[in-house]
């Protein structure tokens, strides 16, 4: 499944950022955030086949979470602002390519997912290795 290669650096980068203000809105809006969570778990659990090409989503959802309940900040704004966006892009039915479309339909979600977990790549490896840690600590 590498057809998400068809998309540009550009039109995935546009396409974050378009949901960057509505990003920095949901952080700033811890009720608001959680519903957001709430509706993208729902819907990651309904994803067909690709499913496991999406598999960073959930870390990412841990990532908000602790984030949104101070738990872990040592992480830029900008990092939780692109982990945010990604997820509004793939909540989101309307966007490159339709999600109704089966499996095609997701090709740009995966593509946005991937091209924002490798620009935030080192900040993801810390917060993995922060939440092994913590995991680790909490059932000593």
Do not use: C
């Not at 980068?13 to 955030?33: F, G």
């Not at 086949?49 to 908000?64: A, Y």
Request: hydrophobic share 40%; no cysteine.
């Amino acid at each position: 499944m590498d057809n998400e290669k068809n998309f540009s650096d550009d039109e995935l980068n546009e396409e974050l950022n378009k949901h960057s203000k509505e990003a920095e809105d949901l952080i700033n809006d811890p009720a608001k955030m959680e519903r957001f969570l709430q509706r993208l778990e729902k819907k990651l659990r309904n994803v067909p086949i690709v499913g496991e090409r999406l598999s960073d989503i959930p870390i990412m959802i841990s990532l908000v979470k602790s984030y949104m309940k101070k738990e872990y900040r040592d992480i830029p704004v900008r990092t939780i602002i692109g982990v945010v966006g990604a997820l509004i892009y793939f909540l989101s039915p309307i966007d490159l390519l339709l999600d109704a479309i089966p499996i095609l339909g997701y090709l740009d979600d995966i593509a946005v997912i991937n091209f924002t977990l490798k620009m935030i790549h080192v900040d993801m490896e810390e917060y993995r290795q922060w939440r092994e840690e913590n995991d680790k600590n909490q059932s000593d």
